[in-house]
């Protein structure tokens, strides 16, 4: 089965700085799909960035990206120029290519910004 | 686009009583949807998927009998927790699939849900 671990469990930033989230997987497949979620205080569950396995380009969405490692099964997430409302849980998710769309998620990340 | 409303927002009922919450793919198609529970401070928990047209495939350890789950179009599946106790209190979450739109599960807001 696959499992996705995040590592740190609290992170946390100076406003305007940089971070990264770690994120590792475990899986057999060669295609596949990764996904970075945000969860704010409201609890709502953000899409924040996707990754295609068979892509080695890194995504990128404004301020955040990724470094995946395909090799190593790593995909972490950058936040560039952090801001108050990035604060939030982060959790990073993984998909298998194909009909089982179902996602396993890792445990979060909680990252703290500090003015 | 890709909007997933939910409702309620938040219920408290009486033990005993049977709680119904609607998830709804607002501009969008979902063929699956999915009911997820989390707990505070922790991550979210596959409860099932939710199929338009047939049966829900519950995941190992939930109640079917309990949770029970229907898709009637393809805009909208419903969650009902029959015989609420307060061990069902809970944060129950909804998310769906667009056709068009590869892999990404779009979230509703979520319902809270307290059983006295």
């Known amino acids: 089965a696959q499992t996705v671990t995040q590592s740190q469990p609290e992170m946390s930033v100076q406003e305007a700085e940089t971070v990264t989230l770690s994120c590792t997987y475990d899986?057999?497949?060669?295609?596949?799909?990764l996904f970075w979620y945000k969860q704010p205080p409201s609890r709502q569950m953000i899409l924040v960035i996707r990754q295609e396995a068979y892509k080695q380009q890194n995504a990128t969405e404004n301020r955040f990206s990724v470094n995946f490692q395909k090799a190593a099964k790593s995909f972490s997430l950058k936040i560039s120029d952090s801001q108050l409302g990035d604060a939030a849980m982060y959790f990073c998710?993984?998909?298998?290519?194909?009909?089982?769309?179902?996602?396993?998620f890792g445990t979060g990340t909680r990252l703290t910004i500090i003015p | 686009g890709a909007v997933v409303s939910q409702h309620p927002s938040w219920v408290i009922c009486k033990s005993g009583t049977s709680v119904k919450i609607e998830c709804r793919s607002l501009?969008?198609?979902?063929?699956?949807m999915f009911w997820y529970r989390q707990f505070p401070k922790q991550s979210l928990m596959l409860m099932a998927t939710s199929n338009e047209g047939s049966k829900a495939t519950y995941e190992q350890g939930v109640e079917k009998d309990k949770f029970l789950i229907n898709h009637a179009s393809l805009t909208l599946s419903t969650l009902t927790v029959t015989s609420a106790h307060p061990e069902d209190s809970s944060f129950y979450i909804c998310s769906a699939t667009p056709k068009v739109l590869w892999g990404a599960q779009y979230f509703g807001p979520g319902t809270r849900l307290l059983v006295l």
């Open positions: 899986t057999s497949e060669s295609d596949y799909y």
């Open positions: 998710a993984y998909r298998e290519e194909g009909g089982n769309e179902k996602l396993t």
């Open positions: 501009d969008f198609q979902a063929t699956t």
